[in-house]
């Protein structure tokens, strides 16, 4: 179930807000939208998700469930900041259903089940691109594995080199094919740096499936970025009740194949984007959807 791309949706929202979180869950929040830490990810446990039916056989199916996920899922998204949606990913949903879809098993897409799901920062291409990803499980598979790889993790293994061409705006990003309609590879996107902001701590935008280098020596770098991730991740499994909650500035994620059943027994994660405000994307948006198009 998505809840509609409506003004219901805005209800929802702060319904949610307006409901109190455990004192250590919010807490942990808290704490971790002033400073992500070295992982730039936190796992919460056991977190309610009400009675869950049958896994949908792909996005978008109704099920008849109740609210309880969807509301545990906002109330945390809005401790981080402004829920968002976008338009062209599940209708805008606010809070998404994430489970395998037979037509898109093989595909760089999150309801792939088949193939590993590439290195990336969350809509990588996008001129406003969430500040936080979240993923709340309802159904775990022990054989899906979801890996991550923060920045601070890879710094110290690059050399001031890659650094320093990783800072310039020389690469560009492909859109995901799911904003695209099916209409096939989208245009690349204009030129901008792998890392940006302060040199102490800066902020990452990196996909591993649809980020090209310009020319030679930024195509190295970006070769040697995209080992240091690999060489350096870490990973998860997830399970009914989690909720990972991911700096997107920060922190890369990817996920491994798993064996999809469409049994009713798969798979099922619900996630939602964070922004910290909401006034950069205000005319490319209506209510809390980002309008953005992209170019196929």
Known sequence: MTLAPAALDEDFVRTAAAAPLDDEVRSALVAFAADSGRDGSLLLRRLPVGAVPATPPRPGVPTGKDYTSEH???????????????????????????????????????????????????????????????????????????????????????????????????????????FLDGDGPGAFGPLQPVLSGSPARPTFTFDEDLMIGTDPDAQSAFAALAQAVRSHATSVVLEAGDLLAVDNYMTVHARSPFPARFDGNDRWLQRAFVVTDLTPSATEREGRIVTTRFLA
Do not use: N
């Open 72 to 178: 545990t899922l906002l109330s945390v998204a809005c401790v981080l900041g402004e829920p968002i949606g976008y338009v062209q990913e599940h209708g805008g949903g606010l809070v998404q259903d994430i489970v395998p879809d037979r037509a898109s098993r093989d595909r760089q897409v999150s309801s792939s089940s088949t193939v590993t799901l590439a290195w990336h920062t969350e809509t990588a291409f996008h001129p406003h691109k969430s500040r936080y990803l979240l993923l709340l499980c309802l159904r775990g598979d022990p054989q899906a594995v979801t890996m991550l790889c923060s920045l601070e993790r890879i710094r110290p293994h690059l050399d001031a080199d890659t650094i320093a061409i990783l800072r310039e705006p020389r690469f560009r990003t492909r859109p995901d094919a799911s």
